[in-house]
């Protein structure tokens, strides 16, 4: 399985799944548990010069300020076995990935998985169903197109 933290991953595995981790910090030698963060590469939500937005950072430094361990995943089509693998033994995730259209991210496939990952016991922040009835953010991603 692919950590960031402790060399097994090979480079390409390591930016295909986490990207950019400038300003994260250290883990916690005996974490509380783990929670994933995940975002998507692209989109205009990311800060100039980093692969993650702007705010993912700070919040998995908080998380981790308060005992777990926490890392940002990027989430593609291409990277789906290998989130799941990394995933086995996580406690909970945050889902950041605004409806819109990224490279290589399926939204079915996305939210799929998601739901695995709740049948292997990963506690959701928030539930894909809620996100799917609450529908704030899919309005915004249909108005995308008509930004000036």
Known sequence: ??????????????HLL??????LRMQPLEPKG???VFG???????VPGQE?????????NSVIELGWEC???FYSDTAYGKIKQFAHGADGYISRI??????DVTTSKYEHLLLELIGMGLAPMAHPELMKRFGAKD???KIAPLRT
């Open 98 to 103: 605004n409806p819109d259209v990224y490279d």
């Open 52 to 60: 993650h937005r702007g705010d993912t950072i700070p919040l998995c």
């Open 1 to 14: 399985v692919c950590r960031p933290y402790e060399g097994s991953c090979s480079s390409a595995d390591h």
């Open 34 to 36: 783990r929670i994933i």
């Open 40 to 46: 998507a590469r692209g989109g205009d939500d990311k």
């Open 139 to 141: 309005a915004l991603a």
């Open 18 to 23: 986490f990207g950019n981790m400038t300003g």
């Open 71 to 73: 890392v940002p995943v």
